[in-house]
């Protein structure tokens, strides 16, 4: 809960986003919330939900996939943890001999987890139930003993720093954070309206 003074102040400031539009008040309103967090709060906590916005897009894709297919599946992190490997790698040239922009990593990291992801989903979807749940599971345990036993590459269970960042400052990667999460639930809310029959 909000103190008062501010949740008032809040509610008489007028709509800044511009997107009413898309999604209900209550929703645009917390996103305005979001953007006072990094006028009062310490940079600690700015650090910590910066980290909570990734974790919420992870929450929404997996509320996408199990909430409106019906499929329960176990292994969304291994895509996650794969994207961020990918894109990791790609910025650091000790490791894999190559340095590109982070922007331009990061978009190979997602390209690398979705492709990953189809190749995945064209042998898996075609289970229904507990199969698919079983055969999901693994993937992560399958992802983890690769970064263990090719520690030299990923770093093992310690993993390994990049110096190379996009953002410098902690209020950058908060809202560079922010942004993603807001870009992620309007194309979800997107698909969630569309229907996925």
């Known amino acids: 809960m909000l103190l008062p003074s ?9 709509v800044c986003l511009g997107w009413k539009n898309e999604v209900e008040d209550y929703q645009y309103r917390s996103f305005d919330c979001c ?30 996939m199990v909430g409106y297919t019906g499929q329960v599946n176990l292994g969304h992190t291994t895509f996650v943890g794969l994207g961020a490997y990918v894109a990791a790698l790609l910025q650091t040239p000790l490791r894999a001999g190559i340095a590109l922009h982070p922007a331009l990593a990061i978009v190979s990291g997602g390209i690398a987890a979705a492709a ?19 055969v999901t599971a693994i993937l992560p345990l399958v ?9 030299e590459l990923f770093g ?9 960042t996009m953002l410098a400052t902690t209020v950058e990667k908060y809202y560079f954070s922010m942004v993603i999460l807001a ?3 309007i194309i979800m809310k997107k698909l969630w309206t569309a229907g996925l029959d």
Not at 156 to 164: L, P, R
């Open 116 to 134: 990953v992801g189809l190749s995945v989903g064209v042998i898996t979807l075609r289970l229904r139930g507990y199969y698919f749940s079983l």
């Open 6 to 14: 501010l949740q008032s102040w809040l509610s008489n400031q007028p």
């Open 35 to 64: 953007h006072c967090y990094a006028f009062i709060l310490p940079e600690a906590y700015l650090y910590i939900l910066g980290l909570a916005y990734i974790f919420a897009i992870m929450v929404i894709s997996w509320d996408l």
């Open 156 to 164: 093992g269970e310690e993993g390994f720093a990049i110096e190379n």
């Open 183 to 185: 870009a992620s639930f």
């Open 143 to 151: 992802f983890m003993q690769t970064v263990f036993i090719w520690r």
